[in-house]
């Protein structure tokens, strides 16, 4: 019932208090608490524009990855830094679960594999979901394993529930295989483009002392405001204005997160909305910036 619920059974599955963890900071943070719940030794990885940097990784059992686009920042993992990431599994006896939550919607065609699709596959636990495609509430998502731990997963999840809506599993399937699905994807990525470039557009209007470290084609802006700025203030000023923002700080997983980061959606917002949203958020961050 989407990736979050997948997650949960593969660690209630996998990890134990002898289990060590590689996850990206800033990252996704229910992922984190996913895994600390199980009493798993975490060890946090910093992201730069190439990804999650793999120095200490090598003694971790698991490494929870988004090499396509990354929670929160955006950002795509290089083809470079796959290559190391992916050597180094068979050495160090290492299992890579990988959430690519945004695969059916980015659109980019220029996209680089999903580490599943590589020789290393057998190492990789593949997450997807059709929520962010259709829709929020429709709470379905995938898992791509091999078929001992597709087997292992299916039993452990009849002990918390059947299985997810039977109804709506063969409405979906139908959906699909009569190609309305592809269809109406096409629409739907022309549609979040188009929002996309907007919101590009106006930020590069009404934020110029702000700097995006997203990817072109990714679902949601990551921006570095003025080191001056706390931007849990900004989100508050901006909520005055009918505008909100989600502070950055709650991503990173140090004891003194930084205040300066922000991030910015667009997925649910009419296009026509975007570009008066991010005047008034400007006007709120130049306010932020005199007070």
């Known amino acids: ?27 996704y943070r229910e992922a984190m608490n996913v895994f600390a719940q199980r009493g798993a030794s975490l060890q946090f990885q910093t992201v730069d524009a190439d990804g999650m940097r793999l120095e200490g ?17 955006g950002v795509t993992m ?30 980019d065609q220029f996209a680089l594999p ?20 259709l829709s929020p509430g429709l709470r379905m998502g995938y898992v791509v394993a091999d078929a001992e731990l597709i087997d292992e997963l299916r039993a452990l999840r009849r002990m918390m529930y059947r299985h997810p809506p039977a109804a709506l599993q063969h409405q979906l399937a139908q959906f699909i295989s009569e190609g309305y699905y592809e269809r109406y994807l096409k629409l739907h990525v022309e549609e979040i483009d188009q929002r996309r470039d907007a919101m590009r ?29 706390d931007t849990q203030r900004l989100a508050w000023h901006a909520a005055q204005r009918g505008v909100l923002i989600e502070p ?40 932020a910036l005199s007070t």
């Open 248 to 287: 950055g700080f709650q991503h990173f997983f140090d004891a003194a997160p930084p205040r300066r980061f922000f991030r910015l959606g667009f997925g649910a917002i009419e296009r026509e909305r975007i570009d008066p949203g991010i005047q008034r958020l400007g006007l709120a961050y130049d306010n």
């Open 57 to 73: 990784s090598q003694k971790c059992d698991y490494l929870y990855v988004m090499p396509s686009h990354q929670v929160p920042t």
């Open 201 to 229: 557009l106006a930020i590069e209007q009404a934020l110029p002392g702000c700097r995006s470290h997203s990817s072109h084609r990714s679902s949601a802006f990551w921006m570095e405001a003025d080191a001056s700025i």
């Open 114 to 133: 999903a580490l599943k699709a590589s020789a290393q596959s057998a190492r990789i636990i593949y997450m997807g979901s059709l929520s962010k495609a």
């Open 1 to 27: 019932m989407g990736t979050q619920n997948a997650l949960y059974l593969i660690a209630q599955l996998l990890c134990h208090r002898g289990t060590s963890v590689a996850l990206e900071s800033p990252g």
């Open 78 to 107: 290089s083809r470079e830094r796959r290559e190391a990431l992916l050597a180094q599994l068979p050495h160090r006896d290492q299992i890579v679960i990988e959430d690519d939550y945004d695969a059916e919607i980015h659109g």
